[in-house]
Nanobody, 112 residues
Framework: VQLQASGGGAVQPGGSLRLSCTSSDSRLSGYVMGWYRQAQGKQRELVAH???????NYVDSVKGRFTISRDNAKNTVYLQMNNLKSEDTAVYYC???????WGQGTQVTVSS
């Protein structure tokens, strides 16, 4: 499955962004989907994931600020990011089925 991520950008601390991950492949609806991020000089980490039936899980550092969701009719997974902090700065990647497929990454920069 091919994935395309979008929605990154530069925002001030406290701002919001919504990332999208789309595919033309309808099999996306049956996959566990995840958002990962990789900050400069650090390892890639799993930020959030959502099962095919909508169960979600988050890394502790984003709980209460980020929300992962999916619209299977649109073959799209979202990551709503609120109250962004400087430490959220990273390249964000979407992935299907725990790394079987990856999107191209989208840069998120949080800076005043």
């Amino acid at each position: 499955v091919q994935l395309q991520a979008s929605g990154g950008g530069a925002v001030q601390p406290g701002g919001s962004l919504r990332l999208s991950c789309t595919s033309s492949d309808s099999r996306l609806s049956g996959y566990v989907m995840g958002w990962y991020r990789q900050a400069q000089g650090k390892q890639r980490e799993l930020v959030a994931h959502i099962s095919s039936w909508g169960e979600t899980n988050y890394v502790d550092s984003v709980k209460g600020r980020f929300t992962i969701s999916r619209d299977n009719a649109k073959n799209t997974v979202y990551l709503q990011m609120n109250n962004l902090k400087s430490e959220d700065t990273a390249v964000y990647y979407c992935s299907a089925n725990w790394g079987e497929a990856w999107g191209q990454g989208t840069q998120v920069t949080v800076s005043s």
